[in-house]
């Protein structure tokens, strides 16, 4: 008999692919007999090189190799190659639902996500919003593998063993965390706008934290040139901080890194998700967009969403990328530093344990 083997397929973001990970450990471990090939990006290898002994990470450049009809039909045929028995489409966007045809014609079981975009359009409009919680992009990648006949019951805690990832793999500047330490992490960019605490507010919120606890260390994570030329100010302003870019290279470091963080402050974007990966708590600010989309990190509570609830407005975006209706970004502007700054307090200073 041959023995099973699952193709699952997600490129896009790195948020989303991110995402992805709680669910494919899940039937990793729920279905040890099965091959699971996790078809993305290149840059999503550390998510999965080590996640589960019958879990295989296969990278395709869709702008290099694979670009194009001819480059996805070579992907295919790369693809067919591997004798998966199942298809699992967790993109559904227009590659995806080519390889999908190839699939379908080829004779394999094949399913794909369903995204509710008719629920999030409902809830974003402009007037008259149906507010109700979306399935998550967790629900929905699990519902998939259900169709194929692998029904999951997600039981993920982190990409590390409880202890985290091994410091000792990272430069010396980052140093051994003493039991008495508190580490935060802070990633206060996104993609969009409507997704990003504004940059004065930010500092505003850096400052009171090394002012109200200055024995915690700050680690300041953001990746593009203007991003680190922002984090390296903060870091020259206060000397407990420190740019994670500036000092670690490649995401495996990172993701070590926020495996010890007691909390990660972050937008409704990939590094909530990563933290996420690792255990740790995180603090997400969420603007235009809301919770109630589906998009909220693995494991994270909805006391540690800091938001606005008031605005008739919001959300208006499930990505955040649309044009701030009344035009100033209230959903924004008027979230208090001291807000964020007492919301991460919230969960450290009660004895609240953080790492799960």
């Not at 051994?176 to 504004?198: L, N, Q, S, T």
């Not at 606890?213 to 680690?219: A, E, L, M, T, V």
């Not at 008739?312 to 499930?318: D, E």
Request: glycine share 8%; with cysteine; proline share 6%.
């Amino acid at each position: 008999m041959k023995t099973p083997h699952l193709l699952i397929i997600r490129f896009s973001a790195m948020g989303d692919v991110a995402m992805t990970v709680p669910i494919v450990y899940s039937l990793a471990r729920q279905y040890p007999n099965v091959r699971i090939s996790v078809l993305s990006r290149p840059f999503a290898q550390p998510f999965f090189q080590d996640l589960a002994p019958n879990v295989c990470f296969m990278a395709a450049d869709l702008k290099g190799e694979y670009k194009g009809l001819m480059g996805l039909n070579r992907l295919y045929r790369r693809l067919v190659a591997k004798q998966p028995t199942a298809v699992a489409d967790f993109h559904n966007v227009l590659r995806t639902r080519y390889l999908r045809l190839r699939f379908l014609l080829g004779g394999y079981p094949v399913a794909h996500i369903n995204k509710h975009k008719k629920g999030k359009r409902l809830l974003c409009r402009k007037e008259n919003k149906v507010f109700a919680q979306q399935p998550t992009s967790f629900r929905n990648y699990a519902d998939v593998l259900g169709q194929l006949g692998y029904p999951v019951k997600p039981d993920f805690k982190s990409i590390f063993p409880q202890e985290g990832g091994d410091l000792r793999n990272l430069p010396n500047i980052i140093g051994v965390k003493r039991p008495d330490e508190c580490w935060i992490g802070i990633a206060p960019f996104a993609a969009h706008a409507g997704k990003m605490y504004p940059q004065e507010k930010m500092g505003k919120a850096i400052s009171l934290l090394t002012k109200q606890h200055p024995s915690w260390r700050i680690f300041l994570f953001g990746g593009g040139r203007q991003e680190i030329e922002v984090l390296n100010g903060w870091a020259a302003q206060y000397p407990q901080c420190l740019c994670v870019a500036s000092v670690l290279k490649g995401l495996d470091k990172e993701l070590i890194l926020m495996s010890h963080l007691d909390t990660m402050l972050s937008m409704d974007s990939a590094n909530m998700h990563l933290a996420s990966l690792t255990g740790t708590r995180v603090v997400s600010v969420w603007g235009a967009t809301h919770p109630y989309c589906g998009f909220m990190g693995w494991n994270q509570k909805a006391e540690d969403a800091v938001q606005i609830t008031t605005l008739p407005c919001r959300p208006c975006s499930v990505f955040g990328n649309r044009p701030c209706h009344r035009g100033d970004f209230a959903c924004m502007n008027n979230i208090l530093p001291e807000e964020i700054v007492q919301r991460i307090e919230a969960g450290l200073l009660s004895g609240q344990k953080t790492r799960r």
